[in-house]
């Protein structure tokens, strides 16, 4: 138990710094790459030989990204420059941005304008993902942030180093669904809170790491006794559910999070990199494997509605809590069409308002004392 | 022995005080909410009503955006289910309810058993609330009270097609800077509420019958705006106003029940 305590206390400690993991990498001598939010080719990086650090902004009231971006602009990318232009990412050797929404193409073009010393890679997903040439498009797109980042790493990425590098990454990307399981299982341990911190910690370590860290943790878990929950339970969809006080009002009303559909969090480690031809080919399928997701486009629009019954039948959720991340149009689109299909299925599902730069979670408290209470 | 329901609103403070054999004894409305004086006095005045003291109370419930900073409450809940336990209490019938609060708007979808089964609120934005009303009334120097009697006169509403409370002031300055007449400018504002709640009214999905709580529902004008909006009849109760802290104290008078 003791352990459990310790070991959720350094994930704390790594969601909440990632500025000093920054610094330690650099101490190390190594090199850093940001890795913009989401679906970043990371084991490009690890392969490399590089660090990949999640770029996920922060609680920040933004004050000089103003110049460039307009105030529409959504808080992970409107913080993101904002730590760009003030100097909190400075030491990292280059940023990785995909352009999966028109707030990244206009972000792209300020932080050319805003950021000087760190380097913008930019890639674009295709969109179309059934189309014969997506493969193609997407293994080009990667061959440009290889080369890019070979002459950052200064040597060549080799289809084994990638090889090995897609491995670790399906390694890791196990260790968080089997830690989402065993959390599951101990609800009274893995709080709302706790359980984000590892998600979002994650973000900031070399793979290798979390590998390491995660299955220490399973193996703490697995060892515990199995947690009767008797509160309600949801699932958070969206793209963040930050800040920690809007979960803790989950806590706070005794609803324990069961399952999550966050861009930060599972639909990160939910799809694993296939066998292929080669190595690039690997990274790029992986692409056109993504379901459910409003990042990737899906002509068939019941596809995230239908997994999140799916996740709520598994885990027995009450209900789902649509994180909205303000000013995020792709996210928009999607809520009617997934509020109705689980409503359909007899869920109760409600929207929060995601905003980083505001400390006020009175209204998202109020929603989720009327869910815990009805 | 009494159970009370107090409902701290942001602008204003309401109080209901129901006997042990679940009678309502007295209830009470103060126009200012919390932060202020208001949730004090509007306790002491329901309790004055019911000619109790103090010590006869057995349970206070709080509701309401003040709800977690008033003094000696036993426990609290959120406001949208002290809406849907009181309307449901008031008319029985309602499975919709849609209440215009001072900064938020909620819709909320109940059962039989008054249980929510859905709800929508507006998030973090002043458009088609309370406080947007309050703030358009005084650009037109008019009561707040008055508008429902002046959109009932228009004869064509306005065309205000901002919903940000601070363009849609702009807004109404220009037309009464065009000498549009005050009457019609008031019905556009009623118009442009009503199509704001509406559209949160179709994402929560209607059932028969509907029902508005809430003060703002006292204002006739802005109820026909927005039945014609979503098409639909809305039952307004007398103490519409009171549906919250009538809601918060039936939870108490919940308690005050053998187990
Ligand atoms: S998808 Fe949404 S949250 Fe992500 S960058 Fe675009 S607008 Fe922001």
Redesign the pocket.
């Known amino acids: 138990m003791s352990d459990i305590k310790a070991l959720l206390a350094q994930f704390d400690e790594i969601s909440g710094n990632p500025r000093k993991m920054l610094g330690e990498y650099l101490a190390n001598g190594e090199k850093v790459i940001g890795c913009f ?2 679906y970043t080719p990371q084991p490009l990086v690890t392969a490399a030989g590089l660090v990949p650090i999640g770029l996920w902004g922060g609680q920040v009231n933004p004050q000089v990204s103003g110049k460039y971006s307009p105030i529409f ?2 808080s ?2 409107h913080s993101c420059l904002e730590y760009g232009m003030s100097g909190a990412y400075q030491g990292l050797s280059a940023a990785l941005m995909p352009i ?5 193409r206009g ?1 792209s073009a300020a932080w050319r304008a805003g950021v000087k010393d760190i380097p913008l890679i930019v890639f674009i997903h295709p969109q179309n993902r059934k189309d014969p040439g997506a493969l193609d498009y997407m293994i080009e797109e990667y061959k440009s942030v290889k080369t890019a980042l070979e002459k950052i790493a200064g040597k060549e990425i080799t289809n084994r180093a990638l090889a090995n590098a897609l491995t670790l990454y399906n390694k890791r990307n196990a260790a968080m669904r089997e830690f989402c399981a065993l959390a599951n299982e101990h609800l009274d341990l893995i709080t709302p809170v706790a359980r984000h911190h590892v998600m979002k910690a994650v973000t900031f370590l070399k793979p290798e790491k979390a590998v390491e860290m995660v299955g220490e943790l399973n193996k703490a878990l697995k060892d515990q006794p199995v947690c009767k929950w008797t509160g309600k339970k949801v699932i958070l969809t969206g ?2 559910a930050e800040p920690d006080d809007l979960l803790v009002s989950f806590t706070e009303n005794k609803v324990a999070v069961v399952g999550d559909d966050l ?1 930060q969090e599972s639909r990160q480690y939910r799809t694993d990199y296939p066998s292929a031809n080669s190595a690039l080919e690997s990274l790029a399928l992986q692409w056109l494997e993504i379901r459910g997701c ?2 990737a486009h899906d002509d068939n629009n019941t596809t995230r509605g239908k997994m999140l019954v799916e996740l709520a039948e598994r885990t027995g959720a009450d209900g789902v809590v649509l994180c909205m ?1 303000r ?5 928009e689109y999607d809520q009617p069409y997934v509020i109705k299909m689980l409503q359909e299925a007899g869920l109760l599902a409600f929207s929060v308002d995601i905003d980083q730069s505001t400390t006020d979670s009175g209204q998202a408290r109020t929603k989720i004392q009327a869910f815990a209470e009805n | 022995m009494f159970a009370v329901g107090i409902d701290i609103g942001s602008t204003a403070s309401k109080a209901a005080v129901i006997t042990e054999d679940g009678v309502i004894a007295s209830k009470a409305i103060v126009p200012i909410g919390t932060g202020t004086v208001g949730p004090a006095r509007v306790f002491a005045e329901a309790l004055d009503r019911a000619g109790i003291a103090r010590s006869d109370v057995k349970w206070i419930t709080a509701t309401g955006y003040g709800r977690f900073s008033f003094e000696g409450i036993n426990d609290q809940k959120s406001e949208l289910s002290c809406h849907a336990k009181g309307i449901s209490h008031l008319l029985p019938q309602v499975r919709t309810i849609i209440d215009i609060g001072g900064q938020d708007i909620k819709v909320m979808r109940i059962n039989e058993k008054g249980t929510l089964v859905n709800f929508v609120m507006n998030d973090k934005c002043a458009a088609g609330t309370g406080r947007f009303l309050d703030t358009m009334a005084k650009v037109l120097d008019v009561s707040v009270m008055d508008l429902s009697g002046l959109s009932q006169r228009a004869e064509e509403p306005a065309e205000i097609s901002s919903t940000c409370t601070v363009f849609a002031e702009s807004e109404v300055i220009s037309k009464l800077a065009g000498n549009v007449k005050l009457e019609n400018i008031v019905a556009g504002i009623h118009k442009s509420v009503a199509k704001r709640v509406a559209s949160l009214v179709q994402r929560c999905g209607i059932e028969q019958q509907v029902a508005m709580s809430g003060g703002v529902a006292l204002n006739k004008g802005l109820v026909h705006s927005l039945e014609e909006e979503i098409h639909s009849r809305i039952y307004v109760h007398e103490d519409c106003q009171l549906a919250g802290a009538l809601g918060a104290a039936l939870y108490a008078w919940d308690h005050l029940q053998p187990a």
């Open positions: 939010p989401v602009t959504c992970i990318l999966l929404c028109d707030t990244f972000t793209i963040t861009a409003s990042l991340m000013f995020c149009d792709i996210e």
